[in-house]
């Protein structure tokens, strides 16, 4: 599915920081079946994830990126609500953007875009899946995103914005919290192997997590992501007739 752009405070891009670049891009596009294009990664010509070197305030790993309005409010709302800017705002390829960190270390981006507003698609295999904020303090985590983002906590799980989409989750973490980035494939177990082969750690085999798999993996380079496979359940709908409501499909038992 294309994407053409991004509402506020809703994940946008997803980049990986590497000491080899080089190395790391020869890994992702072999398992995600990526078309190198140098900052960049794509899928069928349109871009789904940028690659950059490490340097300082842009340590190694994987970057999710959400969507700003402004970048300069974005940044400072950011900082008043306890959060911290890590480096930026800085002109990139095709808008601006910042690295923060919540108060709890979390670190994740911001991107005010020109001409590029992000990942150009999304809800197929190879494109960014549901990030997720690992965390065991949901508490602070729900008063910070609330206040610099405007988000609310459903469930104690997912994070909505202002007008109720489901943008993001949040899950049980380690000690150090962490915004999980995490790719669409078709076969969980298939990549997971695929990944094992091509040198990466396995973390946490395919687990259901009810409405798809997911596994964690670590890459050769110790970088940290996930895969997930959305799964298909059969539901059952019964069509009924009344005078009254006319034609209704609903729900059996």
Not at 14 to 42: C, H, I, N, T
Not at 60 to 74: C, H, I, K
Not at 139 to 149: I, L, P, S
Request: hydrophobic letters at 45%; one cysteine or more.
């Amino acid at each position: 599915m294309r994407i053409r752009g991004f509402a506020p405070a809703t994940p946008c891009w997803v980049e990986l920081a590497s000491e080899e670049p080089g190395r790391a891009q020869e890994f992702y596009a072999s398992l995600f079946g990526w078309d190198p294009a140098g900052d960049r990664f794509k899928l069928r010509g349109r871009a789904v994830a940028g690659l950059t070197r490490t340097r300082p305030g842009r340590p190694a790993g994987w970057l999710t990126y959400f969507a700003a309005e402004d970048l300069g409010r974005a940044v400072h709302r950011f900082a008043g609500a306890g959060g911290r800017c890590l480096s930026g705002p800085t002109a990139g390829r095709g808008g601006h953007g910042a690295v923060v960190s919540d108060p709890s270390g979390a670190t994740l981006g911001l991107w005010q875009a020109a001409d590029f507003a992000g990942a150009e698609m999304a809800g197929e295999a190879g494109t960014m899946a549901w990030p997720e904020l690992m965390t065991d303090d949901p508490a602070q985590a729900e008063r910070f995103y609330g206040a610099a983002f405007g988000w609310l906590l459903r469930d104690g799980i997912e994070w909505l914005t202002p007008g109720h989409d489901a943008v993001a989750g949040l899950a049980p973490g380690g000690r150090v919290a962490s915004w999980r980035a995490a790719f669409q494939v078709d076969d969980c177990a298939a990549t997971v192997a695929a990944a094992a082969d091509l040198g990466a750690e396995v973390v946490i085999a395919p687990t259901d997590m009810g409405l798809g798999l997911i596994a964690e993996l670590r890459d050769p380079w110790g970088t940290p992501f996930a895969v997930t496979a959305p799964t298909s359940r059969p539901v059952d709908l019964m069509l009924t007739f009344s005078a009254m409501a006319g034609m209704e499909l609903t729900f059996p038992g």
